[in-house]
């Protein structure tokens, strides 16, 4: 309770204090007789000044922010597709990154250089057709190419070429996440959300034969160099799959059956020499906003060999032996 | 249009006012009022973020008990995060801005007595008054307020049992939205039949301040806009209350198996973001007209390029309906669809390039004025550029795979429509507090305000680009559930002791503010030496803005520094001379 007085009897006097500091200000300008507002030439100079100090630290800031935080920027794709998103990423990076310097630095280089000054006399032009003409055209080509070069990456990523994936579904729910794979016959068994129950969280149903072998589990495992198929599918609210390490996402949507193929090219063995972090492990976490648990709906992915996976997944259950 | 001074009560004069210039203050000090309560929201969630779990006296003096012994729980967390952006979306950045400057403006720019109806003008006002007290009073419903984003995506905005803030909480949020949206268009239709019929004489479309053009623009964009937003909203009302299932299908709750079916929650989002996307314009485009203004009046310079300037206007405004589906390249719709929204979405960089290009060329060979609305309108055009070019990857569908929700996209939209929809604002309020109050405002604690805040600004959004290419996802209320958000807690830090700064500098602005209402130096009448119409009259307000005749105007707005001229301004109502060109 004194703390709260005492702040708030801080702030009181401040107030007061800045009262006075201005009605001081106000006073000696009313007496020597001119308007204290009025922009002189020694506040043109200190804001163009300012505004040239102000650029250098912004820029410093930035490069810094660089350099520390560089690190965090997520490792190299670990899917095939992903690297060709990291490739035009970069590019694209790179591209704003120079036209951030140089539209920055002109701003406030153009604010101190022509900043008023009793001799200076501003030049009366209005427009000039053949420079606006210009920068039209110009950003018109480079967006022309930046288009293209993305429509080219987005059919990529969307409408791969690879044949027979393997089918993973991945199901979302308040807050966490299940995978169910295919199985032998790399069927998916139907499944309607009416037959959820305990024991068949997915409500896979048990008279389609294709759900006999499919395997339900808590973790996802998948296979090195081979073409994945994650169906999606929600049980309440949205949820947004998202491995950030493969550049895959895609929203569960309940109703609507989603997917995402991908094709991973580094185990996580080979992350965690990369990466030099023995701990570490893919991930796949939640990103649409669902609830309060949302920050940690997470499933942990593990990327092995094809024997390794074989290994695995022939410890697993399969649906038709736990739902008897 | 009655031209006789009615006698006016207390009430007739600052309460139930048709006045222009009254709404306008009405709506600023609402915008500013609300504006207080989502930037304080902000520094509390901003105080989790960077210190997670750790015990905050603060937060429990004002959550009370959603912050229980200082720590708030992760449900009021995600109901401050709703609504800070909802707040700052429409109720300072749209009804604070445009409504303000729309209001104070139109009739005074364009030389008419008042807007076409004040009738509808006061009621604009108190639909807007009525829809920040239901805001306000949500937040203190039992259940909590609305916690479902800002953009209240169903099934979660539609369920109570999913997050409790979608119990009464989101009805009265919808209850909210609904009254708001009645007060945008019935100021958004006034705006719009006030500059097409009530324009002076002489005031062609081409001699038309560019502010006049940008809310003009924005008018339209509201009135085309708002009522789908007003159509998604009745509809998530049904499904909420009378069983209906526009938008939900397949949805378990607590085990038990809904009997929605057929819905679908992509549906509310194509609706939403047909409202949502020209939102982001209704709230930029009345900045980028302020800022027009005033950094030619400052650069003591015409606006460069006044044709390309008003057709970018248009252009954006008309490129902002085809859009929308760029906030939903992953929520599964058709790959193709996403193309085509690749295509519309970067087109948007062309006016807005030009626009940027604009703004430098006025600065080039101009006379500068560095008053604190040049400050601001400057840092304006530096946020735009900034924020708009992260837009470019956002825009791109498969560079927006692995950022989207991330902290990447929340670093943007804050700079490119935050930031600089604020910094138009603030630039506003400083140029025509004294056209609004007859007072300056003090320009040293202007300065100081704007240094601080526009530091404080980049400081806030530009690590966040950072925390998103590391792949941090947006409405989190801790990283520490993931081992690889380890360490990311510097920037956490940085960018909350950046946000305090910043709320506290805004102390300056609002203690200036009313400062200068009572105790400001009385203003001149031109204080800025501007062209256009509103400096001409009286310092005084009064009913009908000019005694006797409304001016005529014989020029364009920017005849700044023009050659053969007295002096380096000359007002929109000076006849040309002999032989003078019209520009």
Wanted: hydrophobic content about 50%; overall charge neutral; some cysteine.
């Amino acid at each position: 309770m004194i703390t709260k007085i005492f702040t708030l009897l801080i702030i009181v006097l401040f107030l007061v204090a800045l009262t006075q500091v201005i009605r001081i200000f106000q006073l000696t300008g009313k007496i020597k007789g001119y308007d204290i507002n009025e922009t002189t030439d020694y506040d043109n100079n200190l804001n163009g000044i300012l505004s040239i100090i102000f650029s250098i630290l912004f820029f410093a800031f930035c490069v810094y922010q660089y350099l520390e935080f560089k690190k965090f920027i997520l490792p190299e794709s670990a899917s095939f597709h992903g690297i060709f998103i990291d490739k035009m990423n970069n590019l694209s990076l790179i591209a704003i990154t120079v036209v951030f310097v140089i539209m920055n630095a002109l701003i406030f280089y153009l604010s101190y250089k022509y900043r008023s000054k009793k001799e200076t006399k501003a030049s009366f032009v209005t427009h000039n057709n053949k420079l606006e003409l210009i920068w039209t055209i110009l950003p018109g080509i480079v967006l022309t190419v930046y288009i293209l070069y993305g429509l080219n990456v987005w059919s990529q990523v969307m409408h791969p070429s690879e044949e027979d994936p393997m089918l993973i579904e991945i199901y979302g729910q308040q807050f966490s996440w299940t995978a169910r794979y295919a199985g032998e016959d790399n069927l998916l068994g139907e499944s309607h959300y009416t037959l959820v129950n305990n024991k068949n969280v997915l409500g896979v149903d048990s008279k389609d034969v294709n759900s006999n072998d499919d395997i339900i589990v808590r973790e996802l495992h998948i296979p090195i160099d081979e073409p994945i198929m994650l169906k999606f599918r929600s049980q309440d609210a949205l949820h947004s799959a998202y491995l950030p390490h493969f550049r895959v996402q895609m929203n569960c949507v309940p109703g609507l059956e989603t997917s995402f193929m991908f094709i991973p090219i580094k185990t996580t063995k080979q992350m965690r020499i990369e990466l030099k972090d023995e701990s570490f492990d893919y991930v796949l976490l939640c990103n649409k906003i669902c609830g309060s648990s949302h920050f940690n709906m997470q499933m942990k992915v593990i990327v092995e060999t094809r024997e390794e996976y074989n290994e695995w997944i022939g410890q697993q259950p399969k649906f038709k032996e736990i739902n008897l | 249009m009655s031209e006789h001074h009615h006698k006016e009560t207390f009430i007739t004069k600052y309460i139930f006012c048709q006045d222009h210039k009254m709404i306008s203050k009405q709506f600023l000090i609402t915008g500013m009022l609300m504006g207080t309560i989502a930037l304080l929201m902000s520094t509390f969630f901003r105080l989790q973020l960077a210190y997670p779990g750790k015990s905050f006296g603060i937060l429990e003096t004002f959550l009370g008990r959603w912050a229980p012994e200082g720590v708030m729980s992760p449900d009021i967390y995600l109901a401050l995060v709703t609504i800070h952006g909802t707040i700052m979306v429409f109720f300072v950045l749209t009804a604070g801005l445009s409504g303000t400057f729309s209001n104070l403006l139109i009739p005074l720019q364009i030389g008419a007595r008042d807007m076409a109806s004040g009738f509808l003008n006061m009621l604009s006002y108190w639909f807007f008054f009525a829809s920040s007290v239901v805001m306000v009073y949500s937040l203190f419903v039992q259940s909590g307020p609305a916690s479902a984003g800002w953009t209240i995506y169903p099934p979660l905005s539609a369920i109570a049992e999913l997050i409790p803030g979608s119990g009464a909480g989101m009805t009265w949020w919808l209850v909210s939205m609904v009254l708001f949206i009645v007060s945008a268009l019935l100021g958004a239709l006034n705006y719009i039949v006030t500059i097409i019929n009530l324009r002076t004489q002489g005031m062609s479309l081409r001699r038309l301040p560019l502010t006049i053009w940008a809310f003009f623009v924005t008018a339209i964009l509201g009135v085309l806009s708002f009522p789908v937003l007003l159509s998604a909203a009745l509809l998530l009302v049904f499904d909420r209350s009378f069983g209906t299932s526009f938008y939900l299908s397949d949805i378990i709750i607590a085990g038990e198996a809904l009997t929605n079916t057929g819905g679908s929650p992509i549906l509310f989002q194509h609706l939403f973001w047909f409202l949502g996307h020209p939102e982001v314009y209704i709230v930029l485009l009345p900045a980028l007209g302020i800022t027009s203004e005033i950094i030619s009046t400052n650069s003591r310079k015409p606006i460069f390029g006044y044709t390309a300037m008003v057709a970018s206007i248009l252009a954006i405004g008309f490129l902002s309906f085809i859009v929308w589906g760029h906030h939903m390249f992953i929520t599964g719709m058709n790959p193709f669809l996403g193309s085509v929204f690749i295509f519309t979405t970067l087109l948007i960089a062309i006016p807005s390039a030009v626009k940027a290009f604009n703004y430098c060329a006025t600065l080039f060979k101009g006379k500068i004025v560095f008053t604190p609305a040049m400050l601001f309108s400057i840092a304006l055009v530096s946020t735009f550029v900034t924020g708009g070019l992260t837009g470019l990857i956002l825009a791109n569908a498969p560079l927006d795979i692995n950022v989207h929700d991330t902290y990447f996209v929340v670093g943007h939209f804050h700079i490119v429509m935050g930031l600089s929809a604020i910094f138009g604002m603030f630039a506003g309020v400083y140029h025509w507090f004294p056209r609004m109050y007859g007072k300056m405002m003090n320009k040293h604690l202007g300065y100081i305000h704007f240094w601080f805040t526009f530091a404080a600004a980049y400081g806030v959004f530009f690590p966040m680009h950072f925390l998103g290419l590391a792949g941090v996802p947006r409405r989190y209320y801790s990283n520490s559930s993931f081992s690889m958000f380890d360490g990311m807690t510097d920037i956490n830090i940085i960018i909350t002791v950046s946000a305090i700064i910043g709320a506290v500098a805004q102390v300056f602005f609002f203690f200036n503010f009313f400062y200068s209402i009572f105790k400001g130096n009385k203003s001149s009448q031109n204080p800025w030496k501007s062209n256009t119409l509103e400096w001409t009259a009286p310092v005084k307000h009064m009913h009908g803005n000019w005694p006797g005749k409304i001016p005529a105007v014989y020029r364009w707005p920017y005849d700044y520094s023009k050659p053969g001229a007295e002096e380096d301004f000359i007002s929109q109502t000076v006849p040309l001379k002999e032989g003078e060109q019209e520009h």
